[in-house]
Each structure stands twice: as structure tokens, then as C-alpha cells.
């Protein structure tokens, strides 16, 4: 005779026992609870001081203005074709380069700030910029 069936004992259980896996992280935050407090003290130690700041070399920025007329203007001073070549190989033979920023008359024919624009690339200038002026 038996009293229970053999099904009821083969059955698999879907559910896991949480009981130990909450024994277990119970356990251990006790652990980091006890540990944390003691490995914050430390040894005091007189470090030396030192001073560090990024050395920052801006490059300085050279203005080349073409006037209506097609004059050049060297950082505001009147130059010209060829002292304006020997400037370009001058400043592009620095390091680091400054950085070329062309300011053209609204009225200037294209064909001379294409010149300036061939002497800078002729002179090895890698930085070269346009300054206009925002509408109103």
C-alpha cells in the first residue's frame, strides 16, 4: 500500500529558494560594512607641492587686408607683391604658424585676393581664414 504517489514526489520545483541568497548578501554587507571604516584610515604624508599649468601657445594671427584699389595691408601697414611673399615664407617658416586671416573689400576684384591666396599656399601657409562682416 502506498500512501503518497509517485508523482508527487517526482515533481521538479519552478521557484528558487531566495532564503540563501538573501543569507548570503546579508552576510556580506556586513562584511563591507565592518571593512569600509578601516581602510579609511591612512598614513599622513607630507607630499611635495609643484606648480603645474599647461604651457598654452596661441599663435599669434596675421592680418592681410586687400583694399578696393587692391592694395595689400600687412597687420594694417601697406605693402607690396613682393615684400608680401618674403612676409608669407617668413611667417609660415614659424612654429607653430600663424594663422592668415584674409579681410577683402566688398568692392576688390576677386583676382587679387586669389594672387594673395596663391603667394600664401606658394609660401607654405597651412592656416588661412576669411574675415567678413555679418548682415545687419
Known amino acids: 500500500m502506498a500512501f503518497g504517489t509517485q508523482d508527487d514526489a517526482d515533481e521538479v520545483m519552478n521557484e528558487i529558494n531566495m532564503t540563501p541568497l538573501v543569507d548570503v548578501m546579508l552576510v556580506l554587507l556586513i562584511i563591507f560594512i565592518i571593512t569600509v571604516p578601516v581602510m579609511k584610515h591612512s598614513v599622513n604624508v607630507d607630499l611635495p607641492s609643484a606648480v603645474n599649468q ?3 601657445i596661441q599663435p599669434e594671427t ?75
Open 54 to 56: 599647461p604651457e598654452r
Open 62 to 136: 596675421v592680418r592681410l587686408s586687400v583694399a578696393a584699389d587692391g592694395q595689400y595691408f600687412w597687420n594694417g601697414m601697406p605693402i607690396d607683391d613682393s615684400a608680401l611673399e618674403a612676409n608669407l615664407q617668413t611667417e609660415a617658416a614659424k612654429d607653430p604658424q600663424p594663422d592668415l586671416h584674409i579681410r577683402g573689400d566688398k568692392a576688390v576684384r576677386y583676382e587679387r585676393v586669389a594672387q594673395a591666396m596663391a603667394a600664401a599656399q606658394r609660401a607654405g601657409v597651412r592656416k588661412i581664414g576669411f574675415v567678413t562682416e555679418p548682415q545687419p
